[in-house]
């Protein structure tokens, strides 16, 4: 903890106060990629792989253009009209502090053609925020939800326990889930070079879709987080505590067992179109394998990347990754991105194409662009992801790379290969976004672990060599998805929408079909995956 308390006296002494008042917002791949001719052109050194981001004087302009588009000031409407159309619901400002709040009501309804089944959505849940003069801001959002899923969904919360990225299914296996979530975080921002934020949340490391370092998939988890810009270095430093109900509890007292992870970050944009990403993460549990108290381990206090997960390869039992993120902008707004994390390494096994479980990596590949065929805000991206066999898993339950069930990186876990593309267009206050999405994979059977389930105890491989992406009960799946909406309200992201899915999973076990339609208000930034792979075979 000295160590930390060094750096950060150190930004004090050499930095500059920030003049630019901090604003949060939430991340979602569908807000963001809005940002995407700003973020993205050669004209901006934009850190684009960390969020969720504080919006910077880089992007100001373009995100007050989307939060206060169609907002009449002249003051000819009545009280309800701005608030439906405009304005918060509360939205106080003074020269000292500022403070908003919204009511965000979910309530689609639609009909699974293929399973024969009527779906819906009831969600009341609020949003608030603010500032205290320019440096200090605080939001929270919550959610009181019931739902009927698609078979689809339903199967999964059923295996996991979790509703998608949100929270624990009260209903315990009923048709009919039911769930609460709640996100709050403070941010302050004493100094123009660094931001300090703790609270209940996500944190995405990229520039795709999906992450194979740190998505923001997994339900919400306790965290501090230290973000430093340096010039054209930023450097974020996060502790986390998390929980894990799929392995055993202790005892009684101590409930689920839990864990704590800390994750570095550093990310040097080379220049206005090179930017280089450099992480690492370490897991470990909050009660050794002996059942002895160990809790928050003081040395993953220190803030320099790379040190402990190389303590760790040479013998330490805490899980470590180490990765790899770069981008380059080809031209103005189509940028080419990647990632590598790796796992676990035996070069000589590597190297000669063995197949060896010890090798356990991830990577992604892909492209993303704003304005296709000049046409403004149409945004696209297409994207490779695939995970060998067994990576993200652990010798240990507790210690394997998930937050509350699910995975923290990509939510296939491993032992996949996926193609996605997405589509997105807007049009004054319209919103038409598309995606297909190929998934190909090996689920685990017969009581044998093929690498699938990354909550499956990593001591007895099906194979030592010549494993293989797709091994075990090989499946595909199809995926598309489409979306139109009407942004009634863009401060809260207040819509009226239509949602179409198809998705096809077979295998020689089972071949299952959902062709559904939704259509209801929907309202809130955060982003809910429904384009999963199966958990287990059922």
């Not at 509890?249 to 101590?254: G, I, Q, R, S």
């Not at 206005?272 to 160990?294: E, H, Q, T």
């Not at 190929?438 to 060599?465: A, E, M, S, T, W």
Request: proline share 3%; net charge neutral; hydrophobic share 35%.
């Amino acid at each position: 903890m000295k160590k930390i308390l060094g750096c950060l006296l150190l930004l004090l002494l050499f930095a500059k106060i920030a003049d630019a008042q901090a604003q949060y917002q939430p991340y979602s791949y569908q807000f963001y990629q809005k940002l995407n001719s700003t973020i993205y052109s050669t004209n901006t050194r934009e850190h684009s792989s960390l969020k969720s981001m504080i919006i910077d004087s880089v992007l100001q302009h373009k995100y007050d253009s989307l939060m206060n588009y169609g907002v009449d000031t002249s003051g000819r409407h009545s009280w309800a009209h701005r608030k439906l159309l405009n304005e918060h619901l509360i939205d106080t400002k003074t020269r000292d502090y500022t403070f908003f709040a919204d009511f965000l009501p979910e309530l689609p309804m639609g009909f699974d053609v293929a399973n024969k089944q009527r779906v819906w959505i009831n969600t009341r849940g609020y949003q608030l925020g603010g500032t205290i003069t320019k440096n200090f801001y605080f939001y929270s959002s919550g959610f009181e939800n019931q739902a009927v899923f698609p078979e689809y969904l339903t199967t999964y919360i059923n295996q996991v326990g979790i509703v998608p990225g949100q929270a624990y299914d009260r209903s315990y296996g009923k048709n009919t889930k039911d769930w609460s979530d709640v996100t709050g975080i403070i941010s302050y921002t004493p100094l123009k070079y660094l931001n300090i934020t703790a609270g209940q949340g996500k944190t995405f490391i990229g520039d795709g879709y999906r992450s194979v370092l740190l998505s923001d998939f997994a339900s919400t988890y306790p965290f501090l987080k230290l973000t430093a810009n340096v010039g054209n270095v930023q450097y974020m430093v996060m502790w986390s505590n998390m929980v894990d109900p799929a392995a055993p509890a202790v005892n009684y007292t101590n409930g689920y067992n839990r864990k704590w992870g800390v994750f570095h970050y550093l990310d040097w944009n080379v220049n206005k179109r090179l930017s280089v990403g450099f992480f690492d993460a370490v897991i470990w549990a909050n009660i050794d394998s002996l059942g002895r108290y160990r809790g928050f381990d003081v040395s993953y206090g220190n803030p320099v990347i790379f040190l402990r997960p190389v303590e760790a390869s040479n013998g330490s039992p805490d899980n470590a990754f180490v990765g790899f993120n770069a981008k380059y902008k080809l031209t103005d707004g189509i940028t080419a991105y990647g990632q590598f994390l790796l796992d676990e390494f035996r070069a000589q096994d590597f190297f000669g194409g063995k197949g060896s479980a010890k090798n356990k990596y991830a990577y992604q590949l892909g492209v993303r662009g704003a304005n296709l065929f000049n046409v403004n805000s149409l945004n696209y991206l297409f994207e490779f992801n695939g995970a060998m066999p067994f990576t993200y898993s652990e010798t240990q339950e507790i210690k394997n790379y998930s937050e509350q069930g699910e995975p923290l990186a990509h939510p296939f876990g491993a032992n996949f290969n996926e193609l996605v593309g997405l589509l997105n267009y807007s049009y004054k206050r319209f919103d038409f976004s598309g995606e297909f999405d190929y998934g190909h994979y090996g689920l685990d059977i017969n009581g044998l672990n093929y690498g699938k389930d990354i909550f499956q105890v990593y001591i007895d491989p099906v194979h030592r060599y010549g494993n293989y992406i797709g091994q075990g009960l090989t499946t595909n799946m199809t995926y598309l998805d489409c979306k139109v909406a009407y942004v009634l309200n863009p401060k809260y992201n207040l819509r009226l929408e239509f949602w179409g899915i198809y998705r096809k999973e077979a295998n020689i076990q089972f071949n299952d079909k959902t062709i559904m339609g939704m259509f209801g208000l929907r309202s809130s930034f955060r982003a809910l995956y429904t384009d999963l792979a199966s958990y287990r075979t059922h």
